[in-house]
């Protein structure tokens, strides 16, 4: 399995951005294709997610209603449209992919088995 990101960059505050991420090397089903953070000397930290089947999302608490993740089937591909950006939004921006779909186990980045590359993400006050 390969995600390869794209999208990222340079914003002002309260501008918006969108990540994408495409799978490729088999057809998701059963899992959970999420978007995690990490900034400096800090473990990375759960975004927000989706669940394959039915499009079920969750966010933290702390992008909820400015993120939103949305999914395309066909080209198996997820995103991530960051809206309202803060600079505390600063971070390299990932996406994994895990078979652990329980709410709780989805937030760990513990529990995925595959990564993107990483995409910096800044926003300047």
């Known amino acids: 399995v390969q995600l390869v990101q794209s999208g990222g960059g340079s914003v002002q505050a309260g501008e918006s951005l969108r990540l994408s991420c495409a799978a490729s090397g088999r057809t998701l089903t059963n899992l959970v294709m999420s978007w995690f953070r990490q900034g400096p000397n800090q473990e990375r930290q759960f975004v927000g997610g989706?669940?394959?089947?039915?499009?079920?999302?969750y966010y933290a608490d702390s992008v909820l209603g400015r993120f939103s993740i949305s999914k395309d089937n066909t080209t198996i591909t997820v995103y991530l449209q960051m809206n309202n950006l803060k600079p505390e939004d600063t971070a390299v921006y990932y996406c994994?992919?895990?078979?652990?779909?329980?709410?709780?186990?989805?937030?760990?980045?513990?529990?995925?088995?595959?990564w993107s590359q990483g995409t910096q993400v800044t926003v300047s006050s």
């Open positions: 994994g992919e895990t078979s652990l779909i329980h709410t709780v186990t989805m937030r760990n980045f513990k529990n995925y088995n595959f």
């Open positions: 989706i669940r394959w089947n039915g499009g079920t999302t």
